[in-house]
């Protein structure tokens, strides 16, 4: 009992110091992001964005500023796209939606190159990734309810523009203050709750439990567990473990293409929907979908692999 207990409080002592480290090099990444998008709406260079990409977003039921949100999230991070949420006027369908294509299509320099190191085309990931995006906020944004009965805690401490620029920025600053504080406790929990499941081997044991389902996703049964990797650590704090496991050799090029087209559309559904969920969306529509929709890439390309193979194979007998 004594031993059990120890190791819980080391499971909760241990990761403070890197999940601090951590906290600040996000935060330090997100003010700025949030401080540029709250000058551009204080200069009104937000109308102007928002006319240039609202044809497209239209399609997806959402104004053209929300394109900010989706570019911040395919250039840095899911804290830093939170952070552009919270300096605009969305509504909680609006929100929805952009959480879904956030989540698929996030952090892209980082998380494309940690997948390349496996083998994996950049291009083919982007094309998936990208394309899962707009097609799942195509299907969402006609499933979901109008009123989802959402409502932000950003959007709960946005301030609208005065005109007084001292007065919009001690708004900005009360409610990025705010986001800041919660960034710093949610990464110190999740972390906590990182190494919970490895000091116990809880992952080890997810996956051998999830080695079937998985495969009803098109996902090569000894790739069960890099998907709890890919899942609980996410992309970029699992590179690490997905690299040296793809240089062992366990597994052959084609089942590392699939599994990395599956973990391009739906990873870190631990990390990155809670951070949502924070804000007041739900995580039903933001994980079924994203789930669903990497099961239906993968088997999309094993269907292209087959025909590919059949293909040079009659080519060959002719």
């Excluded at 597994?251 to 590392?256: A, I, K, Y």
Aim: aromatic letters at 8%; hydrophobic letters at 55%.
């Amino acid at each position: 009992m004594n031993k059990t207990a120890d190791k819980i409080i080391n499971c909760i002592i241990s990761p403070i110091p890197a999940a601090i480290k951590v906290a600040v090099w996000i935060i330090c990444i997100t003010v700025p992001v949030a401080f540029m998008v709250f000058l551009l709406k204080y200069t009104g260079a937000i109308n102007s964005i928002a006319g240039l990409f609202s044809p497209v977003f239209s399609l997806l039921g959402l104004p053209g500023e929300s394109a900010l949100v989706f570019i911040t999230s395919c250039l840095l991070n899911i804290y830093s796209c939170i952070a552009v949420i919270g300096t605009l006027d969305l509504t909680g369908h609006e929100i929805t939606v952009l959480a879904l294509m956030c989540l698929i299509s996030h952090n892209l320099p980082v998380e494309c190159a940690v997948q390349k190191k496996t083998g994996t085309p950049v291009l083919a990931l982007l094309a998936v990734r990208l394309g899962a995006s707009f097609a799942g906020g195509a299907a969402l944004n006609m499933l979901l309810p109008a009123d989802t009965g959402v409502k932000s805690l950003i959007n709960g401490v946005h301030q609208s523009s005065s005109g007084k620029f001292m007065t919009d920025a001690s708004a900005w600053l009360a409610s990025t203050a705010w986001l800041c504080g919660k960034i710093f406790v949610l990464i110190v929990l999740l972390m906590i709750l990182q190494k919970i499941l490895e000091q116990f081997r809880i992952t080890i044991l997810l996956a051998s439990i999830m080695k079937y389902p998985l495969g009803i996703l098109g996902i090569p049964k000894n790739a069960a567990f890099l998907w709890i990797v890919s899942n609980t650590l996410g992309l970029a704090y699992g590179s690490g473990i997905l690299i040296d496991h793809a240089g062992k050799g366990s597994m052959s090029q084609r089942e590392l293409n699939l599994f990395n087209y599956h973990i391009a559309v739906s990873h870190s559904l631990l990390e990155d929907t809670l951070l949502f969920v924070a804000i007041g969306v739900s995580a039903w529509w933001i994980t079924f979908p994203r789930i669903l929709l990497a099961g239906i890439v993968v088997w999309g390309a094993r269907l292209i692999y087959f025909m590919l193979k059949n293909g040079i194979q009659t080519a060959e007998e002719s």
